[in-house]
């Protein structure tokens, strides 16, 4: 993942930490470390907008659609690839965490403007990413601090993370901070 590329002390790093852990603490009361930083990290990792779909298919094409992502998953039931299938339901939480959470327009506009065309049009992000995070809750990750149990707090409270994240996203919006401001335009133009 990206985390690496950014130092611990670059200041996209620092603001989204903080964003995290104050609207997660003051605005929701729920002060979880674990899971701020967490999900600064993923905020971090998606300000780069080619993590969106980072994930490949077996022919090595970017996966861009949440529809593709679950058809993915579906192909390991014949296999024992047991750590590609933690990566792709991981992966699908923290999309579907991230979009339902800074871009919920995005998807309100899939679903009211017709775009049948589209792959996810009919589905439900937030069913979606609780039950990968829910799957991902089963493994135990390469990392250390991505415990069971940290996914489990993900897909327990997966709808309070999206609104801790609208909460970040409306502080982004009063900061007019330009990578989130070119996130959105790519998103939503």
């Given at each position: 993942m990206m985390e690496a590329s950014i130092s611990k002390h670059h200041p996209l790093r620092q603001l989204f930490g903080v964003l995290t852990?104050?609207?997660f603490a003051e605005t929701l009361g729920w002060a979880d470390f674990n899971v701020t930083h967490y999900l600064a990290n993923l905020l971090v990792e998606f300000?780069?907008?080619?993590?969106?779909?980072?994930?490949?298919s077996r022919q090595g094409e970017s996966i861009e659609s949440v529809v593709?992502?679950?058809?993915?998953?579906?192909?390991?039931?014949?296999?024992?690839d047991?750590?590609?299938?933690?990566?792709?339901?991981?992966?699908?939480?923290?999309l579907t965490l991230f979009?339902?959470?800074?871009?919920?327009?995005?998807?309100?506009?899939?679903?009211?403007?017709g775009l049948i065309h589209h792959k996810d049009f009919l589905v439900d992000y937030v069913k979606a990413g609780k039950r990968s995070?829910?799957?991902?809750?089963?493994?135990?990750?390469?990392?250390?601090?991505?415990?069971?149990?940290l996914f489990q707090k993900l897909s327990a409270n997966?709808?309070?993370?999206?609104?801790?994240?609208?909460?970040?996203?409306?502080?982004?919006?009063?900061?007019?901070?330009?990578?989130?401001?070119?996130a959105k335009?790519?998103?939503?133009h």
């Open positions: 852990e104050k609207n300000a780069h907008v080619d993590q969106l779909h980072c994930i490949k593709d992502l679950l058809f993915e998953t579906e192909s390991f039931e014949d296999t024992l047991v750590e590609r299938e933690r990566v792709v339901h991981r992966h699908i939480g923290d979009m339902a959470g800074l871009f919920p327009e995005y998807l309100s506009r899939i679903k009211a403007s995070y829910g799957i991902v809750a089963t493994y135990q990750g390469e990392e250390p601090q991505e415990t069971p149990a997966f709808e309070l993370c999206v609104t801790g994240l609208g909460f970040v996203r409306l502080d982004l919006d009063r900061m007019q901070v330009p990578s989130y401001r070119k335009d790519i998103l939503l």
